[in-house]
C-alpha cells in the first residue's frame, strides 16, 4: 500500500525544491541549478503529519519535476525547515544517479550535506565520504573519481577537494592518479570534464637482447581539450634512460583549425660501442644520442595553409632503436615547411626543405617560391590556359664529401594551352601546346649563366561507355550492375630537352621510380635532367559498380591498363615500356583484393608486383596476405591474421618470408586483452632474422589506457 501527499500547503516549498534540487544536481554533476514550477510530490508506505514535522516511512519517494529522490525516511521539520532523508538514499536525476547514506538539507542556512555518497554518468563515477553545498557552493572531501566502471585495475584519482564550475566541469584539487590501488602521478590542481580522463598513458614492457629489460611510456596530461602536454620516459637496463617534452595540440575555430604533435627523446646511452654500432654512412654512433619528431597542419577558411615536418636525429638509428614504430612510419627523415594561399584561380606556395641531420643526402629548397595559374578559359574561346613559375634557391651537399656540393638559383615558368573539342556526343579531343623556359644563374662548364627554353605539343583523346544489368543478390548485396569503361590516349613531344645539359647545376634528377612517369612537361620535377619525349600512352580505365545499400554506389571491381610507347630512347629506355596494370576487388565488405603487375615487355617477366587479398568476418577473424616482388631486388610474403577466441581475447600471429633469403625474417605471435575496464593490453612475442639493429628473440607488453 502507498500513500501520497503533495506539498500544496508549504509556505516553503520553491525555496525547497530549488535548493534540494540543487544538491542533488551538483553531485551528479551533470545539470544545472535550476528551480521549477512542477511541485513536489512525496509518496511512501506511510505517512504521517505530527503538527511539526512530516514524516514518510517505507519506500519513500520524493518526485519533483523529473528528479526522483527515494529513502527508507524522509523527513520534514517545519519549525526548522530542514529536510532529511535516510536509509538507502537514491536520487536519480536524467542519466545521473546518486547513492548516500543519508542527506539533509537546511533551508534556514541553504546548507546541504550527505555522508558516503556514491554518483555515476557514464563514463565518470565518483564515490567520496563527505559532501556539502553552501549557497550554491559545493566542496567534498576524500573523494575519488573512477574512470570507466569501478574495478581493481581501473585509473582512477583520489582529491582532496572539489569545487563545482558548472554543469559539466569541476576544479580537483590535491590529485593523485591510481592504477587500482597504486599511485603513479600527482597533480596540485586540474579541472576535470565530463567524459574526460587527466592522463593519456601508452606503454610497451619488455626485454630484447639489444636493449635489455625496457620500459616505453608516453603519458599526456589532458585537462585542456585543446592543448596537451607530456613526456616521453623510457628505461633500458642495457642503454639507459631516455626521456623528452611531448605534446598534442588541436584548436578548431569557425574559420580554421590547427592541429599537430611533438615527440621527443634523450638519451646518454650506455650501451658500448658493440651495441651502439655504425649509422647508415658506416660510422660509429655517439654515446649522445636524441631525436625530435614535430609535425604541425593548420588552416584558414580553406584559403590558407601551413604544414610542417621535423625530424630532427642525432643518428640515421635512433628513432629505429628506441621507436620502432616512429621509425617505421618515417624511415627517411624530412625536414619541410610549406605555406599555401589556395585561390579560385590560382595557387601560391611557399616551400622550404632542410637538411639538420648529418647523415642524408638532402636537395634543400631555401626557399622555393612557386606560383600557379589554375586552367581557364581564354574570353569563352573554349581555349584553356595554364601557367606555372616558381623560383628557387637549392643545394644539395655530399654527407660523406665524396662529392662537391652543388648550388643552384633557378627561376622556371610553364605556358600552356589546350582546346577540348568534342568529335560526337563520346568523344573528346584535346590538342595540347605549351612552353618552358628555366634559367639558372649558377651555371657550369664556363657559363656563369644558362638558359634554356622547351615546347612541348600533344593530343589528349578520351572517350566513355556504360552498360547496365539488372541483377539482384542479396548475399553479396549487389543491386544492379554498372559497369564504365574509359579509354583514353596521350601523345607528348619535347624536342632537344637535353640541350644545354652540360652547363646545368643537376639537383632536381631523374630518381628509380617504379610508378608511371608523368607525361605532361609542366609537371615534370626533373627540371635539372631533361631528356627528349617523343612518347605516346594509351590507357583503359573499367569500374564495376553496384547500388549501395545506403546512398549512392560502391564499387565492386576495377581494372586498368597503362602502355607507354617512346618514338625516341635513351640508354635506359625500350621503344615499348613497360606494361602496368592495376586490379581492385571488393565483392563484398569483408574480402579485398588488390594487384599491381608492372611486366618488361622485352622479357615478358614480371618486373614488379605487389598484392593484397584480406578477408574480414565481423569482429570474430580477419586475414591478410601481401606479397611484393621486385625483379632481382625484392621477394617477400607476409602473412598477418587476428581471432577472437573469447570475449576479451583476440590473438594476433604475423609472418613475413624472404624467398630471396629463403627464411623467416619475422614472426610474431600476439595476444591482445584487457585489464579491468580501463587498460587494453597486448602480449606479443617476436622471432627475426637478419635485423642488424636487435637480437633474433624479444618479448613486448603493450599497455594503453582505453579511451572513450
Not at 615546347?455 to 548475399?475: I, M, N, P, Q
Not at 588488390?594 to 617477366?605: D, L, P, Q, S
Not at 587498460?679 to 618479448?699: A, C, I, K, Q
Request: net charge negative.
Amino acid at each position: 500500500m502507498s500513500l501520497s501527499f503533495s506539498f500544496f500547503n508549504l509556505t516553503s516549498v520553491p525555496k525547497i525544491y530549488s535548493s534540494i534540487t540543487a544538491f542533488f544536481i551538483f553531485i551528479c554533476l551533470t545539470i544545472t541549478l535550476s528551480a521549477g514550477p512542477v511541485l513536489p510530490e512525496l509518496t511512501a508506505d506511510r505517512l504521517q503529519d505530527e503538527g511539526d514535522k512530516l514524516i514518510a516511512d517505507g519506500d519513500a519517494w520524493l518526485k519533483a519535476g523529473d528528479m526522483d529522490l527515494k529513502a527508507n525516511r524522509i523527513s520534514y521539520d517545519k519549525n526548522k525547515n530542514v529536510i532529511e532523508a535516510d536509509g538507502n538514499v537514491a536520487i536519480t536525476k536524467d542519466a545521473g544517479r546518486v547513492v548516500v547514506s543519508n542527506a539533509t538539507y537546511d533551508a534556514k542556512t541553504r546548507v546541504a550535506t550527505a555522508n558516503g555518497f556514491r554518483a555515476g554518468n557514464f563514463p565518470l563515477f565518483i564515490e567520496g565520504n563527505d559532501v556539502a553545498i553552501k549557497s550554491g557552493n559545493l566542496s567534498a572531501s576524500n573523494t575519488t573519481f573512477y574512470y570507466q566502471e569501478p574495478d581493481m585495475f581501473s585509473l582512477n584519482a583520489q582529491a582532496g577537494n572539489i569545487q563545482y564550475l558548472d554543469a559539466d566541469t569541476i576544479l580537483v584539487e590535491d590529485v593523485v592518479i591510481r592504477a587500482g590501488k597504486i599511485p603513479f602521478f600527482y597533480i596540485p590542481q586540474y579541472t576535470q570534464r565530463k567524459e574526460q580522463l587527466p592522463l593519456k598513458i601508452k606503454a610497451d614492457v619488455g626485454s630484447s637482447g639489444n636493449l635489455g629489460a625496457f620500459l616505453q611510456s608516453d603519458i599526456f596530461y589532458t585537462p585542456n581539450k585543446n592543448f596537451e602536454p607530456g613526456v616521453l620516459l623510457d628505461y633500458y637496463s642495457k642503454r639507459g634512460v631516455l626521456a623528452g617534452p611531448s605534446a598534442n595540440y588541436k584548436v578548431d575555430a569557425p574559420n580554421g583549425s590547427v592541429w599537430g604533435s611533438v615527440r621527443s627523446g634523450f638519451i646518454q646511452d650506455t650501451g658500448g660501442s658493440a651495441r651502439l654500432g655504425k649509422d647508415i654512412l658506416g660510422r660509429n654512433i655517439d654515446d649522445d644520442r636524441h631525436f625530435l619528431e614535430w609535425k604541425h597542419k593548420s588552416r584558414v577558411d580553406n584559403k590558407f595553409e601551413i604544414t610542417g615536418s621535423t625530424s630532427l636525429w642525432s643518428d640515421s638509428e635512433v628513432v629505429r632503436d628506441f621507436r620502432k614504430k616512429l621509425y617505421n612510419n618515417n624511415q627517411q627523415p624530412d625536414n619541410f615547411g610549406e605555406m599555401v594561399w589556395l585561390d579560385d584561380q590560382f595557387i601560391v606556395s611557399f616551400v622550404g626543405r632542410f637538411k639538420p641531420n648529418d647523415f642524408q643526402l638532402v636537395d634543400e629548397r631555401l626557399p622555393e617560391l612557386t606560383f600557379t595559374h589554375l586552367p581557364t578559359e581564354v574570353y569563352e574561346s573554349g581555349v584553356y590556359t595554364e601557367v606555372k613559375a616558381s623560383a628557387a634557391r637549392l643545394i644539395e651537399k655530399d654527407p660523406v664529401g665524396l662529392v662537391a656540393e652543388i648550388r643552384s638559383n633557378r627561376f622556371d615558368y610553364y605556358h600552356g594551352f589546350r582546346r577540348p573539342i568534342k568529335a560526337n556526343s563520346d568523344v573528346t579531343v584535346t590538342p595540347v601546346i605549351g612552353g618552358r623556359a628555366t634559367h639558372y644563374d649558377t651555371a657550369k662548364s664556363g657559363k656563369s649563366t644558362y638558359t634554356r627554353l622547351l615546347g612541348e605539343v600533344g593530343l589528349d583523346a578520351e572517350t566513355s561507355a556504360s552498360r547496365d544489368w539488372d541483377v539482384d543478390d542479396d548475399y553479396w548485396a549487389i543491386h544492379g550492375l554498372r559497369h564504365l569503361v574509359r579509354p583514353r590516349i596521350q601523345y607528348r613531344y619535347i624536342p632537344e630537352a637535353e640541350k644545354g645539359l652540360k652547363y646545368i647545376p643537376q639537383i632536381d634528377r631523374n630518381v628509380f621510380n617504379t610508378l608511371i612517369p608523368p607525361i605532361d612537361l609542366a609537371n615534370m620535377r626533373n627540371i635539372d635532367d631533361m631528356h627528349e619525349l617523343n612518347a605516346f600512352r594509351v590507357g583503359i580505365e573499367n569500374n564495376l559498380q553496384t547500388r549501395a545499400d545506403d546512398y549512392g554506389s560502391r564499387s565492386l571491381a576495377a581494372l586498368n591498363f597503362f602502355q607507354d610507347y617512346n618514338f625516341s630512347t635513351r640508354t635506359t629506355q625500350r621503344n615499348l615500356a613497360d606494361f602496368h596494370s592495376e586490379l581492385i576487388l571488393s565483392p563484398a565488405y569483408w574480402v579485398n583484393l588488390g594487384v599491381y603487375n608492372r611486366i618488361n615487355t622485352k622479357t615478358f617477366r614480371g618486373e614488379e608486383t605487389k598484392t593484397r587479398l584480406g578477408f574480414t568476418d565481423g569482429d570474430v577473424w580477419t586475414l591478410g596476405v601481401s606479397t611484393i616482388n621486385l625483379d632481382k631486388q625484392i621477394d617477400q610474403y607476409e602473412v598477418d591474421a587476428s581471432y577472437k577466441f573469447a570475449e576479451d581475447y583476440t590473438l594476433i600471429p604475423r609472418w613475413r618470408y624472404d624467398a630471396r633469403r629463403g627464411q623467416l625474417t619475422e614472426q610474431v605471435y600476439g595476444l591482445r586483452t584487457y585489464l579491468g575496464n580501463s587498460w587494453f593490453v597486448e602480449y606479443s612475442l617476436s622471432l627475426n632474422r637478419g635485423n642488424t639493429r636487435d637480437n633474433d628473440f624479444g618479448f613486448n607488453v603493450r599497455i594503453e589506457l582505453v579511451d572513450f
